[in-house]
């Protein structure tokens, strides 16, 4: 494993660890079910990640690192122009 998917996991487990995973995914309208199929784990796994069961680990951890980096992303202000009053 290299140095850079080492931090992406730290980044993933502290999203999971502050419930920041759990609010982009709700906010995105995806379900657990859903996300699962996009890591290629159970439902039952994501759901146990979300509650700090289990810590996401390999392959599974890096694409749901993947799909919340992307939901963050999208979450993002796309403008940081002040509005006028």
């Not at 993002?76 to 009053?85: F, G, K, L, N």
């Amino acid at each position: 494993m290299t140095r850079t998917h080492v931090l992406r996991l730290a980044r993933v487990r502290e999203a999971l660890a502050s419930g920041e995973a759990q609010r982009l995914r709700v906010a995105a309208q995806l379900s657990i079910g859903e996300v699962a199929r996009g890591c290629g784990v159970d439902q039952s796994t994501v759901w146990r990640w979300e509650r700090g069961i289990r810590s996401p680990r390999g392959k599974p951890a890096l694409a749901y690192c993947e799909l919340i980096d992307s939901l963050r992303k999208q979450a993002a202000p796309t403008s940081s122009r002040p509005e006028s009053a």
